[in-house]
């Protein structure tokens, strides 16, 4: 789950700190179960709102990344909780909304409709349209309740580079905004995300999502308007690989999974921009998905995901089209692709 602030409260008590810090390492592991018993384990020793909004924020995210039956009904129904609940610090709140947002962005109209048919979220939903692509407008009116909520990085990277660059790229727009107001709309976020210093509102895979999000804007803002200025581009996608080195190894899977997601675009930015002088770097970036490539390795076992649903996506699909090209240039990330039931 997205944001949560992993700075210590003075006014815990040492047993309730450790079992907090605890319960956060199982859930890093993906381990949603056992994460989500031992998060609730110790949610009425909450010794103040602003923890008690946090736990249920991981007790939410434990029932989302799980997944079963009634989970993600679950799930939200707790995130609508923190957001509604005026006692817990706005910062708090706003954390919960980036949440929502990314859980939406992943599901139906049907999801949406079902779960949240209640002020503020029912006023999100346009009266036409069908499917996935009626969803993801509200995505962004959720990041931007977010943001008035208590400003933060997150969501002013994830508007520019997770809702404003796909449009970009697919050349897809939503009512009347045009390319060029979609540039100028996130370099404004960019510009104003960049001079925030709250880093310590986020847990480490959330702020790998932010970098994540900002090389994605950075790049299509320079590709859109014809920059020349590739050492800048190159400079923000390397900054994710160097924010997630320290998670590469360990037990901090949801951290890992954003790094590997940072290595394909950044040696997919390689390959379009440089070419062939470049494949000795693409190679390097590719190299630990030989460890992906085992099915007995659960650190991998989101990265696995992620990529095997590419199989059903249209063959006009950005990510799918350019993960066959890289395919070609790598051996390690074409032997991952038909670990995961590619037939290359």
Request: overall charge neutral.
């Amino acid at each position: 789950m997205l944001g949560l602030d992993i700075k210590k409260q003075e006014n815990m008590t040492i047993p309730f700190q450790k079992q907090y810090e605890e319960a956060k390492v199982v859930y890093r592991t993906a381990d949603y179960t056992n994460s989500m018993n031992a998060f609730n384990k110790i949610l009425d020793d909450a010794p103040d709102k602003v923890t008690e909004g946090k736990l249920k924020i991981f007790i939410a995210g434990s029932y989302l990344g799980r997944n079963e039956e009634d989970d993600a009904t679950r799930g939200t129904r707790i995130l609508k909780e923190v957001i509604n609940d005026f006692k817990i610090p706005p910062y708090v709140r706003a954390l919960a909304l980036n949440n929502v947002a990314r859980t939406v962005r992943g599901r139906d109209e049907l999801f949406y409709k079902t779960n949240f048919s209640e002020p503020p979220f029912d006023n999100f939903m346009a009266d036409s349209g069908k499917g996935r692509f009626n969803v993801f407008p509200i995505y962004l009116k959720i990041l931007e309740l977010s943001d008035e909520t208590y400003p933060n990085s997150y969501a002013r990277y994830a508007i520019a580079g997770d809702y404003y660059a796909p449009l970009l790229t697919n050349n897809v727009f939503v009512g009347m905004t045009t390319p060029e107001q979609a540039v100028m709309i996130m370099d404004d976020y960019v510009k104003k995300a960049d001079v925030m210093d709250d880093g310590s509102m986020y847990a480490p895979n959330v702020s790998l999502w932010r970098y994540f999000y900002r090389a994605l804007a950075i790049n299509t803002i320079s590709r859109t308007l014809k920059k020349n200025n590739l050492d800048e581009r190159e400079k923000a996608f390397k900054l994710i690989l160097e924010k997630g080195a320290p998670y590469e190894n360990g037990n901090d899977y949801l951290s890992r999974f954003i790094v590997m997601e940072g290595r394909f675009f950044y040696a997919n930015f390689l390959s379009i921009n440089f070419g062939q002088e470049r494949h000795p770097d693409i190679i390097n970036i590719f190299k630990p998905f030989t460890e992906a490539s085992s099915t007995s390795e659960p650190a991998y076992k989101a990265v696995r995901v992620r990529f095997a649903k590419l199989q059903d996506a249209s063959d006009k699909d950005f990510v799918k089209t350019r993960a066959l090209v890289l395919a070609q240039i790598s051996i390690e990330f074409r032997g991952f692709l038909m670990s995961v039931g590619f037939r290359l």
